[in-house]
């Protein structure tokens, strides 16, 4: 097929999509040839995001729409069956029925224990097939449900049309984009972008191999430093990669000059200490002194202020269903180091940030002197009762005790926490608040805690806590 036989078949369609479904067999009468309907119904699958169209089930193609996706989001229970299926049928590919059980399975559990090690000591993963494998088994599905999460935020925001670019930096074995992709579903065109240069790549790809045909893929296998894209993106996603970088914070500002002028940047990474904290660092890096507008959640509240505190902040959501390759592995482990549940992975937790070039931010709410004090002057206000803005950036942080918070208002020099001492219907906003949200405290005491090295917001029987709309 020609560049003129393409071009004509693009131009019917452009015309055609203004009035009617478009039917492969009815242009086919329209251009010079008449090329068989198949070869004009692969045309218009690759042209499809460009010309804004979808394929319906009848085989006839209409335009995408303009109204903003509204998908249904519940959480994750689990990862899908079709996804658990696609996983197992690559591990029987590769390594035999028998996966689980003798000589592979305990390689495959091996290789998760030595992922495990060296993450905790802070050094790279190198990865081969055999490696790839056990991190699919080990991580895809708390990844796949953590995007989902992430990404639900923002579609519930309106950040997201139904027509989107995603980058997957550091796209791994495919968590990531099954939780992106399935959460957009068929009613919105993506053309995915994936940066993955190791073995990961060939995973993520068999992982793909299913996507609708609203979904057009590409898998780019180069490093995200080399990487040069053709045209800007909607959606920038850096998950779970940038711990592993050497200059992460760099790579971040070139991936923000590759969004479009209203695109989003999320970047996500595990809750440990660690990588959260330095999700942080990176953040202000890019934020404070560089291109960039932290999003959410992290808002600065106040203008011209930025915060150096240590911000160890992550989100928890339920745990997901041990997925079945999960318990399969775990069930076949033997011998005096094992435990019950080693490999398996079910916890939903996680570091976030997301960052844009336009200015805006998830909370409009802005300090004024006038109303509330700043987190950055605490030292003045030290045993008085005051008026305080802060964003929630935490879930309950004590297992026995008084409920504890993370707090922040963008200014703090020193972590803030507020301190549930006496429940009312005053303050249960505090309790009742999500991850996030923008919390107004009238009348709490500002105490120091120097085992903590850390101020504590008091909220007492006194105290009011209301909820701010964004």
Known sequence: MNDETRDSIRSNAKYLRQVRPIDPEEICEYVDGQPH??????????????????????????????????????????????????????????????????????????????????YLQQQPVEYDDLTALAYAIYHLPDYYAVTQYVIADLLSDGLLDRQIRVLDVGAGVGGPALGLLDLLGEECLVDYHAVEPSAAADVLGAMLETTP????????????????????????????????????????????????????????????????????????AVADD??????????????????????????????IDVPPFQRRLDEGASGPDHQPGEFVNVDVQYAYSILRTDGRTAIDARGNRSQVAKMAEADSYVTDRINLLGVKLSGDLTEAGNPLYLIGDGSQSTDHFAVLTEESILNEDLRGA???????????????NDDEGAYNVVVDGETVVDRVPA
């Not at 089930?57 to 996706?69: C, H, L, Q, V």
């Not at 560089?290 to 600065?300: C, K, Q």
């Not at 999500?434 to 120091?448: Q, S």
Request: hydrophobic letters at 40%.
């Open 434 to 448: 999500a991850y996030g949200d923008l919390l107004l405290f009238e009348n709490a005491l500002v105490l120091w």
């Open 213 to 284: 045909a609203s979904v057009q893929t590409t898998i780019h296998r180069t490093t995200v430093e080399s990487f040069e894209p053709d045209d800007q993106f909607d959606l920038v996603v850096c998950a779970n990669v940038l711990n592993e970088l050497d200059e992460p914070a760099s790579v971040v500002e070139r991936a923000l000059d590759w969004l479009a002028p209203a695109g989003s940047l999320a970047a996500i990474e595990p809750a440990d200490r660690n990588t959260a904290i330095g999700l942080r660092e990176i953040e202000r």
């Open 37 to 118: 309907p198949a070869v004009v119904r692969r045309v218009l699958r690759e042209e499809a995001f460009d010309l804004g169209l979808v394929e319906r089930e009848d085989g006839t193609f209409e335009p995408i729409g303009d109204e903003p996706p509204s998908p249904a989001f519940e959480g994750v229970d689990a990862l899908p069956p079709e996804h658990v299926r696609r996983l197992e049928d690559l591990l029987v590919e590769r390594e035999g029925v028998g996966w689980p059980d003798g000589e592979t399975g305990d390689r495959l559990r091996e290789r998760i224990r030595a992922i495990k090690e060296r």
């Open 290 to 319: 560089g291109p960039a507008t932290v999003y959410g959640p992290t808002v600065r509240l106040w203008p011209h202020e930025s915060p150096t505190s240590e911000s160890w902040s992550f989100d928890v959501r339920p745990d």
